[in-house]
């Protein structure tokens, strides 16, 4: 596609209700990124895939939290037992090469999450 | 660890007036510095860049110079128009890790006609 797309736009949900999100990178882009952006802040990095594999997952907030990648394109960021304080924007992410470094990030326009 | 503090919002600016949102960063190592924007229902759009001191960072009349001295890297505009009004997000990238951006709370810039 011409941008990252992200679904859904809005998730509303129940506390302790799975939730998945989806990001589809643009084609031929390597990197893939997740963020979540709470409300007043700026984006908090959470987790980087080159290809399929997760190369970071150290802004992974706890266990419940987990992305995957398989067949390098499509990712999914799955949160299991949502809690209020999951509640923010969720930001996907890509670039075109293996080594981000100074590359320019294309964002989504993110999945808003509601969790109640 | 890596932090930027962006000047808080929002502001609001006439038509053709002169702007500067201030940005300061703390980092290991020798960063690379980004100033990031995102109109109303878009993702972030990178802006402009700079990767080492002094460079000087410009795209669509907007700059921002990379000050290693003062650890700085304010956005300017001489001239702001109203399709300018979003919102804008100083970050870096530093040290081992980086792919990985650290970003500000981001600035609402609203320019009236």
């Known amino acids: 596609g011409a941008g990252v797309s992200q679904s859904p736009r809005y998730k509303v949900t129940k506390r302790g209700q799975d939730v998945a999100l989806r990001c589809d990178p643009i084609?031929?882009?390597?990197?893939l990124y997740w963020y979540r952006q709470a409300l007043g802040q700026g984006p908090e990095f959470l987790t980087y895939?080159?290809?399929?594999?997760?190369?970071?997952k150290s802004g992974l907030p706890n266990d419940r939290f987990s992305a995957e990648r398989p067949e390098g394109s499509i990712s999914t960021l799955t949160i299991q037992r949502t809690e209020q304080r999951d509640s923010a924007m969720y930001r996907c992410?890509?670039?075109?090469?293996?080594?981000?470094?100074?590359?320019?990030?294309?964002f989504g326009s993110g999945t808003q999450l509601s969790v109640l | 660890g890596n932090s930027v503090t962006q000047m808080e919002g929002p502001v609001t600016l006439s038509e053709e007036a002169f702007l500067t949102i201030n940005c300061t960063y703390t980092?290991?190592?020798?960063?690379?510095l980004f100033w990031y924007v995102q109109y109303p229902g878009e993702g972030l759009q990178l802006l402009l860049k700079?990767?080492?001191?002094?460079d000087k960072g410009s795209n669509k009349g907007f700059e921002a110079t990379y000050r290693k001295e003062t650890t700085s890297f304010h956005l300017e505009k001489g001239s702001v128009q109203v399709s300018d009004s979003a919102v804008y997000f100083c970050?870096?990238?530093?040290?081992?890790?980086?792919?990985?951006?650290?970003f500000g709370k981001g600035t609402l810039l609203t320019v009236n006609p």
């Open positions: 992410a890509s670039s075109l090469g293996v080594r981000a470094t100074n590359e320019k990030l294309f």
């Open positions: 084609s031929g882009h390597v990197s």
């Open positions: 895939f080159n290809y399929e594999a997760q190369q970071d």
């Open positions: 980092a290991t190592g020798y960063p690379s």
């Open positions: 700079a990767t080492k001191a002094d």
């Open positions: 970050a870096l990238n530093s040290g081992g890790s980086n792919y990985k951006l650290t």
